[in-house]
Structure formats: structure tokens, C-alpha cells
């Protein structure tokens, strides 16, 4: 809902900001693909700006009522394991989440993201400053 398809690697919001309040809208996705680990493991899912960011690097902390970032959630399931990563947008740095595997799994692992109707670090239904808003999701198989 409110997403474009995967293009490459980025998935994008079709329309961030309700047209009349410029506060954030409603958006959600779930992304599939096939993953294999042969021995017991974790999963980890981390977000490289813990929420979506001006994707120019910028931080404005001058525009009282306004959002300058957007809080939003990731689901991730991999076999009967699952685990949920909230990002708050409060403070602009990494954020992760790592779920124990304790056993051998080949499937399907799922990512469910998710953006509130309101969503944002200037309180429910601030404005949001003008730009382009982004993060990075990385999801790692590795051994425990």
C-alpha cells in the first residue's frame, strides 16, 4: 500500500505527505526471498539512520513543528523465527535487531515495513520538511 515495486535495491514510497497537511502518510510493504543456512545461526536486519532521513545528510533542528525525519517499522520472518525492528527517528544513527536461529532453515524470509498515518520524529501529524527521505535496511545470515 503506497509503495512502488522494487526497483534494484530501492524501495520507494509513492506518495510520502498527504497534499493538504504535508504530514506523513500511511504506507506498507512486504518483500520476500528465498534464503538458505545449513546450521544453526542468527538472522540480523539493521538500519543504517534509524527511520527515514533527508537523504542529503542535513539535520535541521531550527523548524520547531516540523518533522525532520519519519519513525517507521520492519517485521522480518525467517521459518518459526521472527522479530520486529522500530525505528523512532529520534536520533539519526544505526539500529538492529538479531534473532537466534537454533537450527538449520532453507525458505522464505519476509520483510514486512510499515510508515503510520502521522509518523514522525515533530510529533503525530507535523509537517514534514521539504526533501527526499531515505534509509538503508541490511539483512545478514550469519553464524552465532
Known amino acids: 500500500m503506497n509503495f512502488n515495486g522494487i526497483s534494484g535495491d530501492t524501495l520507494q514510497v509513492t506518495q510520502l505527505l498527504d497534499q493538504q497537511t504535508l504530514a506523513a502518510r500511511p504506507a506498507s ?21 534509524n ?10 533542528t531550527d523548524a520547531p513543528g516540523f518533522a525532520t525525519a519519519l519513525p517507521y517499522d520492519a517485521n522480518l520472518t525467517w521459518g518459526s523465527s521472527s522479530g520486529q525492528l522500530q525505528m523512532d527517528a529520534r536520533i539519526r544513527s544505526n539500529r538492529e535487531q538479531r534473532i537466534d536461529v537454533d537450527q ?38 550469519e553464524p552465532k
Do not use: K, M
Request: glycine share 12%; proline share 4%; charged share 10%.
Open 104 to 141: 538449520a532453515t532453507a525458505g522464505t524470509v519476509t520483510l514486512r515495513l510499515a510508515i503510520l498515518a502521522g509518523a514522525s520524529n515533530g510529533g503525530v501529524n507535523a509537517p514534514v520538511l521539504a526533501g527526499v527521505y531515505g534509509d538503508t535496511l541490511r539483512i545478514t545470515l
Open 51 to 60: 527511520g527515514l532521513w533527508p537523504t542529503d545528510g542535513r539535520q535541521a
Open 29 to 49: 510493504a512486504t518483500v520476500s526471498f528465498a534464503a538458505v543456512c545449513n546450521y544453526p545461526h542468527q538472522i540480523r536486519i539493521q538500519s543504517e539512520n
